[in-house]
């Protein structure tokens, strides 16, 4: 058995759920897409560098979510919604990287 409990949900096609306040989620789309940081704040680029393996994510109270690996999404996505612990959904629009449009709240009270 498993006992590692990930910091997040996924719901439906295109939704992935904050659930651990004390792990930020470091999102990964594909190698051209800014990744991001999804914090007990909100969601923003990630400016750092990218852990490189799971435990080396760990020790900096992350978690790694490859939207394209099997366990998530199993493809790379144009969008993204993200409920974040903030009370926020933020819709991440990957055409749009790198511009004001790329991370915009979509929904400010989701509950």
């Known amino acids: 058995m498993n006992n590692y409990e990930k910091a997040f949900l996924v719901s439906g096609r295109n939704t992935i759920i904050h659930k651990q306040k004390k792990v930020d989620l470091v999102i990964i789309n594909d190698d051209e897409d800014p990744p991001l940081i ?55 629009d990957y055409s749009k990287a790198n511009t004001e449009l790329f991370i915009r709240v979509h929904q400010d009270n989701y509950i």
């Open 38 to 92: 999804v914090t007990r704040h909100g969601v923003k680029p990630f400016k750092e560098a990218v852990p490189a393996s799971r435990s080396e994510a760990k020790e900096r109270y992350m978690e790694l979510v490859d939207i394209s690996s099997t366990e998530v999404f199993g493809e790379c996505k144009t969008l993204l919604f993200v409920q974040a612990l903030n009370n926020k959904e933020y819709k991440i």
